[in-house]
Structure formats: C-alpha cells, structure tokens
C-alpha cells in the first residue's frame, strides 16, 4: 500500500464547478499536511497548509481528519487556470526523507 | 523571485557523456533533495542531503551522484549517461516544513 493515496483523476470539470479531491495516509505518526500544485512540465509549488481545524484561502478550502487518516482539497467557483495537477503531501518526522508525495490528482476546467 | 535554481533549465547530451545538474539555494536549508519526474508520473526521491557532508539515496535507484559540500550547493552527476536517464530533475530544499522546488532541468540523452 502506498504511504499516501490520492484518486488519479483526470477530473474534467465545468467552470463554475465545485470539486473535491480526496487523499489518504497510512502512517499514523504523520505530522504535517500540505497540497501542492503542479502544472504541466513545471515545478511543483505550495499551495496550502492543511491545519487541522480545517483551513481556508479564498477558493480553496483543506480539510484534515487525523482519525480516519484522510486530507481533502476543495475548489470553488473552478476557473480555467485552476488547471493542473494537485499533489497530497505528507510530513511525518519519523522518515528520513521527510515529506511524502501523493501521484497527484489531475484536474482539469472546461469552458 | 527564485530562491532555488537549477542550471542549465534544458539539457541535451549524447551516450557515455559525463553531466552535473547544478542546484542552488540561497534561503539556508539544510535539507536539500533531489527529484526524478517522467511527463505526467509521480516524484521519485533520488538522493537527498540533511546538510554539509550529509547524502543518503532515495526511493528510486539511481546511477546519479551527489555532493553537499556547501550548505547552499546540491550537485547532482551522472558518470555517463543513457537514454533511460532522459527525465526531469527537480531540486527541493526546506528548513522543516514545505518544499520549496527549482524549475526543474529537463535532460535528453540520444
């Protein structure tokens, strides 16, 4: 089993949509929570925190629940740039290599 | 504004060739990790550093070699290269926390 889960998509969404993605970890111990975003052939970039009280940044609303070991990114009102890959991450400080990435999960808003 | 740069940002090179993808960060870290991503798959940890002198391998087997001989500098060498290592080399650092990545170096072997 993968360390951290996210549903690969492609998600093909209208603008204006609502949508969620979901991912899962395995490790318990995990201490830190973090969705990046990837565009095509470009560098992953940080897009939000997750805290555990649930966070939210404009559009973008992350969700944490430590006892189901499940993460989620929602997106409001998708615009066409919201287009990418969004990577899960996860921290758990007991690994030497520190963060572990989701496969990332597609999305991509239609006109 | 960059704070982590990798050189050179696109890379051809012919078989056996010997190559150094540069990374460097100006922020400090202490962590500093080198990433292999093929066009639409996920990151695989090659190598990473948790300071001067520090380089342990990743995941992801790799004929690569690193050093960390300075806290800001990340090299990153293949001895000789093969169209198998054609990819994207993607180089993070953190102090703790999130990642922050450079551009990326695409390479080409033919």
């Known amino acids: 089993r993968k360390e951290v889960e996210q549903d690969p998509g492609p998600f093909n969404v209208p603008e204006g949509a609502t949508v969620a993605f979901n991912c899962t970890y395995s490790?318990?111990?995990?201490?830190?929570f973090f969705w990046y975003r990837q565009d095509c052939r470009k560098e992953p970039k940080l897009l939000m925190s997750v805290y555990s009280s649930g966070n939210e940044d404009g559009r973008f609303t992350a969700q944490l629940n430590r006892a189901s070991q499940y993460i989620s990114l929602l997106i409001r009102d998708s615009k066409l740039s919201d287009s990418a890959t969004y990577l899960c991450?996860?921290?758990?400080?007991?690994?030497?290599?520190?963060?572990?990435f989701g496969s990332g999960t597609q999305l991509t808003v239609l006109p | 504004e960059a704070d982590i740069y990798q050189t050179p940002r696109y890379l051809v090179i012919g078989t056996g060739k010997k190559i150094t993808l540069e990374c460097s960060q100006t922020?400090?870290?202490?962590?500093m990790y080198w990433y292999q991503q093929d066009p639409g798959m996920e990151l695989h940890l090659i190598h990473y550093?948790?300071?001067?002198?520090?380089?342990e391998k990743g995941d992801l087997s790799s004929e690569s070699t690193v050093s960390r001989i300075r806290t800001e500098h990340f090299p990153l060498t293949l001895e000789s290269a093969r169209p198998s290592h054609t990819s994207q080399y993607l180089c993070a650092s953190t102090q703790g926390g999130g990642y922050t990545f450079g551009s990326g170096t695409r390479l080409t072997v033919v």
């Open positions: 922020m400090g870290h202490d962590k």
């Open positions: 490790n318990s111990a995990s201490q830190s």
């Open positions: 991450v996860v921290l758990h400080p007991g690994s030497a290599r520190q963060l572990t």
């Open positions: 550093s948790y300071g001067v002198n520090s380089t």
